[in-house]
């Protein structure tokens, strides 16, 4: 039987893609070095176990679906939310960066004004795909520092999908053709615009309709089917496949199934990040990079070291704290596969010189792999980069004290659960101070008459301001996880006796958090469990005081019952069951239109017909304990009945 030669390659390819990855990851390394490690062992320069002629191939089919998926990461509103501020920080980052980059292709490789300015901006961009898959492992992408590098990314994106466009008419202006020259681009810009303008109210209904209808198989088939037909019309515009692919993705980013399609294609988008990164590791050409090894080392090296340095500088000009700089830059670090799409697209237009994209291939490469690595120590390595900083500029003496702060809570971080927490701390007219390192929420907050600290609470200095030493309570309000056992374990150490109390959303979470010193922590999780349950056994009539008896045993313990964990003694579990044993308590309230209304107690017959006793007649908010039989009921009357579980259940039915 005849085996068609792209079979057998799409098996060696994805087989040695898996071997090696899953080797990387038992190493602990990120999977995608896995696969560029893979493209470089397969490809024509090394083993050769692909021809040359596929490479190209497997390339464009990856980076096409990769693209895809990340045109619907870019939806509008989270870039319209964003605010001017992380624009602008976004915009520094690039700019700075690309002259830095260009600047220096300029002097040290000679390359002409146009190259060094294609690989400025080349370099400027961060990978995507490496940063937030790595975000997303460590459970980081809703933290202040995700948020971040997210909004980063996805502004770098728009950027580059904006001078992608623009490199025809760029092309044009090199070439010396005038303006007879500019008609074909310009024409292919219209067209294109055009057939986004015409398929973006259309194919958000299409794709609504084929989710509804077709499951989830369809929808994978729709995403294929889209990708391939945006590259396709962008490459009959005269623009690059990877860009067409994007923006087709683009276009479904706002409709509002697209989370949907983001579910259903989930499991394919690793198969389509696993394909590119092998195909750009493919196309690493070993005889090219051994000849410059020690200068495309230390390249890949300042690359990485000068981008983080710069990025945590734009961040914290800015007004984010040195922390969250220092994260975002050694997150960013890496060079985008945007960059190597970039790069390819001028040199095929002609833009950068020919020997330009062999070499810029395994020096993205290189910061991929030796970036990728450091990503898992972004924390570790800017909490010792800020506790030195904070050391010198601090020095050892913090105060003691601090004026004006007295029995208050201290609040740590402003987003939706500290919002609610201040309001009822308002309400009730508790002290309280917000610490919050977001200079746009800690602005919220004293538009809404908080008094706030702007700083990082895991500075101690900050908690210090905070009059951590006079203080009642803190409560810890924030999405990250390291951040917060900082938080707490300073300030456990500082006074033993406060009590603290933190949030928490990862179940793993709850060990560590209680082990650094939290007194009580709120699980998003358990808490929507107990809300469901507690709604449920509403709904059953199940009397309110079973119902919080059932609330307090799960909340015990630290959620001890939905984690799994056995009760300590057959004596709690025995203590626990007679609370369903026991006499419980009920309510019904008597409108105008009840048959108990006007009649008396004895007249009702309630205890006869059901067992129940009424205990109490609640009439105008005053209560009237042990209830004459020969007293009225009258409308609004409020019955406090208590008996046995059956015998409320028939009570329930019988004034029903």
């Known amino acids: 039987m005849h085996h068609p030669e792209f079979l057998t390659n799409a098996v060696i390819l994805f087989g040695t893609g898996l071997v090696v990855s899953w080797a990387f990851r038992r190493l602990n390394a990120p999977a995608v070095i896995g696969y560029l490690m893979t493209g470089m062992i397969i490809g024509p320069s090394s083993f050769q176990l692909i021809e040359e002629e596929q490479v190209n191939a497997f390339a464009e089919i990856g980076l096409v679906l990769l693209l895809f998926t990340v045109g619907l990461e870019l939806s509008p509103k989270p870039l319209l939310a964003s605010g001017l501020r992380l624009v602008l920080a976004a915009a520094g980052q690039i700019g700075l960066t ?31 795909a490496i940063v937030l898959k790595s975000l997303s492992d460590r459970g980081e992408i809703r933290t202040v520092m995700g948020n971040l590098s997210t909004g980063f990314l996805l502004l770098q994106d728009v950027f580059v999908i904006i001078v992608m466009m623009l490199i025809p008419l760029f092309a044009v202006g090199k070439s010396g053709e005038g303006w007879s020259g500019l008609i074909a681009p310009l024409a292919g810009l219209l067209g294109f615009g055009a057939g986004i303008a015409v398929l973006r109210p259309v194919l958000p209904r299409l794709l609504q309709s084929i989710v509804a209808r077709g499951g989830s198989e369809l929808t994978t088939l729709l995403a294929v089917c889209m990708a391939a037909g945006g590259a396709t019309l962008a490459d009959m515009a005269g623009f690059p496949l990877a860009l067409g692919a994007c923006v087709a993705g683009l276009i479904l980013a706002d409709a509002d199934i697209r989370h949907q399609l983001v579910a259903d294609i989930a499991p394919f988008r690793d198969v389509f990040n696993a394909l590119f990164f092998i195909s750009l590791g493919m196309l690493v050409n070993f005889d090219r990079v051994l000849a410059i090894w020690p200068w495309l080392l230390l390249a890949v090296l300042l690359t990485l070291l000068l981008k983080s340095l710069l ?16 994260q975002v830059g050694l997150g960013l670090c890496t060079v985008s596969e945007f960059g190597y799409v970039l790069a390819h697209e001028a040199s095929a237009s002609g833009l950068i010189d020919g020997a330009v994209l062999p070499v810029l291939i395994p020096y993205a490469v290189g910061t991929m792999i030796i970036g990728a690595m450091f990503l898992p120590l972004t924390g570790p390595i800017a909490d010792r980069i800020t506790r030195r900083v904070n050391a010198v500029s601090i020095g050892a003496d913090a105060p003691l004290e601090k004026e004006g702060y007295s029995n208050h809570v201290i609040v740590v971080g402003y987003g939706i659960s500290g919002q609610n927490l201040a309001k009822v701390l308002r309400a009730t007219r508790i002290p309280h101070i917000i610490v919050e390192m977001n200079p746009t929420l800690a602005e919220k907050a004293r538009q809404h008459g908080e008094e706030v600290l702007v700083g990082d609470a895991t500075r101690m200095h900050i908690l210090e301001e905070a009059g951590l ?6 409560i810890v309000a924030i999405n990250d996880l390291r951040a917060t056992l900082h938080t707490i374990a300073q300030a456990r150490n500082h006074r033993p006796d406060l009590y603290i109390l933190v949030r928490s959303h ?11 010193g939290a007194d009580v922590v709120v699980s998003s999780d ?31 313990g630290g959620y001890g019952m939905l984690r799994g964990i056995a009760l300590e003694s057959p004596e709690q579990l025995q203590e ?4 369903f044993r026991t006499t419980a308590t009920q309510t019904w309230y008597i409108n105008e239109e009840h048959h108990a209304n006007g009649k008396s107690i004895a007249g009702l017959n309630l205890r006869a017909e059901t067992g129940v006793s ?41 004034l029903a």
């Not at 349950?533 to 008896?549: G, K, R, W, Y």
């Open 98 to 128: 690309a002259a830095v980059a260009g600047l220096a292709s300029f002097l040290v490789a000679g390359v002409t004004p146009v190259t060094a300015l294609i690989t400025g901006i080349a370099v400027s961009l961060s990978s995507t």
């Open 311 to 326: 990025t945590a500088a734009v961040v914290t000009l800015f007004k984010w704290p040195l922390r969250i700089g220092i």
């Open 469 to 474: 030493r006079q203080a009642r309570a803190l």
């Open 506 to 516: 990862n179940v793993g979470e709850l060990g560590t958090l209680y082990t650094k």
């Open 526 to 556: 358990f808490e929507v469990s107990i809300k469901m349950f507690a709604s449920v056994l509403t709904e059953l009539h199940i009397p309110d005081n079973i119902i919080q008896a059932q609330i307090a045993s799960v909340r015990a």
């Open 576 to 579: 626990l069951m007679a609370v």
């Open 614 to 654: 009424i205990i109490a007649v609640v009439r105008d908010g005053e209560p009237i304990t042990n209830p004459s039989p020969q007293l009225d009921l009258h409308m609004g009357d409020v019955l406090v009945m208590v008996g046995t579980h059956a015998q409320l259940d028939a009570a329930r039915k019988f």
